[in-house]
């Protein structure tokens, strides 16, 4: 869809969303590491799902990603935070 197709205030909003996406995925990332520390379960499983897809947009490499997800270790993924800081 072109932005033409959206009101000056909503291109704006759609704007500001795509300057700040790397702020907002480490964010994420930060959120999702205590939810999987805390879950058990299925919830945990959706959580780190949740969790690979913010590390891609993070721009975390894909082999990095992959060790991760064989090792399901919170705290790899507190490691790739502590880098990031």
Do not use: C
Request: hydrophobic fraction near 35%.
């Amino acid at each position: 869809m072109a932005m033409e197709n959206f009101t000056r205030h909503q291109q704006g909003i759609i704007r500001s969303y795509y300057q700040n996406r790397d702020t907002v995925s480490f964010q994420r990332v930060q959120e999702l590491l205590t939810d999987i520390y805390l879950a058990e379960g299925k919830k945990k499983e959706k959580l780190w799902d949740s969790m690979f897809n913010h590390l891609e947009k993070l721009g975390v490499p894909a082999d990095q990603i992959n060790h991760i997800k064989t090792k399901r270790d919170p705290e790899l993924i507190a490691q790739i935070i502590q880098k990031k800081i």
